[in-house]
């Protein structure tokens, strides 16, 4: 579907463009213009992660799809496990290359830390996330057979509540196997959002992004300048009260643009360099940032943009030449 070709291709330069103003956040005094900058830019998008599960549900949980166990795991884990044991390995030499240009040599106690917490770097862990989300996969479709509609509807309110809880405090499971669990109303979300055949009011749909985006930025500050910025990114987490309902409406709003990104050849070919972008940008971003053009060097609010569509570019460049390569295509 047209629609979800182009729901990847904003998803991903927006995980890239939170990629670059995050660390304007974290790099800032809170409360200061450049902050502010970072903030806002940052809460904007806060919908990229949430949209690529809804992605996959809405691809993946399609009840009239009839494969057995055996089948469905090796068409999907595999597309899946060869990008993450190339990728991590690939970015635990990262880190030992940036050791070592840093003069702080690493040692294989902490590179094994790394890979044990599933974060051989930082935005890695959502392949691991969701390695559970497909397992259960084929079981979830036998859930969507035997429920009505409001049954979903339900559980996935009732999911999205507790998952909502759980991330106060914002305190995430030291098991990489557990996270998949918050994000099941998600996966099931896609699946809703892409059957639901009403209509629904473009209005209210940019009224609910709006105010859940002001929301998430004004509530990371008031909290942020009170009690610390890691109490401040509870309202920046995916599962976060204020990001849900945007990511939500991101979706619906996404679902409405029917007309291809260029034309339906480009849109499909640019949809499935995602994951590559997805893996390959911070590499480039980092890389941009040891150079010296991080996004300090000017005024953060042209910088931070600027330099999205920079690594953004770049990446798809080198995910475009990894997938002409052969063999080297299966790792993303």
């Known amino acids: ?39 806002l ?5 806060r919908w990229c992660v949430p949209v690529f599960v809804m992605i996959s549900g809405a691809v993946l949980l399609d009840p009239h799809k009839k494969e057995d166990l055996k089948t469905f795991y090796i068409k999907r884990l595999s597309k899946i496990f060869i990008p ?30 790394k ?12 392949l691991y996330m969701i390695i559970p989300l497909y397992l259960f996969t084929p079981f979830f479709r036998k859930i969507l057979v035997n429920s009505t509609r409001n049954e979903i509807t339900t559980l ?30 998600f996966f099931f979300l896609g699946y809703l959002i892409r059957s639901d055949e ?13 105010v859940s985006f002001i929301l998430t930025a004004v509530g990371c500050y008031v909290v942020a300048s009170r009690k610390g910025l890691d109490a401040g990114l509870y309202f920046y987490n995916y599962t976060g009260i204020t990001v849900v309902p945007m990511s939500v409406s991101v979706m619906y709003l996404l679902k409405s643009w029917t007309l291809p990104i260029g034309n339906v050849a480009l849109s499909r070919k640019l949809s499935l360099l995602t994951l590559g972008v997805y ?9 941009i940032q040891y150079l010296g053009y991080g996004p300090f060097i000017f005024y ?33």
């Open 1 to 39: 579907m047209v629609w979800l070709d182009n729901s990847r291709i904003i998803a991903i330069f927006a995980v890239v463009f939170l990629h670059v103003a995050a660390g304007v956040v974290i790099e800032s005094v809170i409360g200061t213009e450049s902050w502010w900058v970072g903030n």
């Open 41 to 45: 830019y940052d809460s904007l998008v």
């Open 84 to 113: 993450i044991l190339f990728w991590s390995l690939f970015f635990l030499l990262w880190a030992v290359l940036k050791g070592f240009v840093k003069a702080e040599p690493l040692s294989l106690a902490y590179l094994a830390r």
């Open 115 to 126: 890979l044990i917490s599933g974060k051989p770097h930082y935005h890695m862990w959502f």
């Open 156 to 185: 996935v309110i009732i999911a999205m509540f507790l998952s909502v809880l759980s991330g106060i405090g914002n305190k995430e499971s030291p098991l990489f196997t557990n996270w998949f669990l918050s994000y099941i109303p």
């Open 198 to 210: 009403r209509n629904h009011s473009k209005l209210i749909l940019w009224g609910v992004f709006i």
């Open 279 to 287: 893996l390959i940008h911070p590499v480039i971003l980092e890389t």
């Open 300 to 332: 953060p609010a042209i910088s931070i943009p600027l330099i999205a569509i920079v690594v953004f570019c770049l990446s798809l460049i080198g995910a475009w030449l990894i997938y002409k390569t052969p063999y080297l295509s299966r790792v993303i």
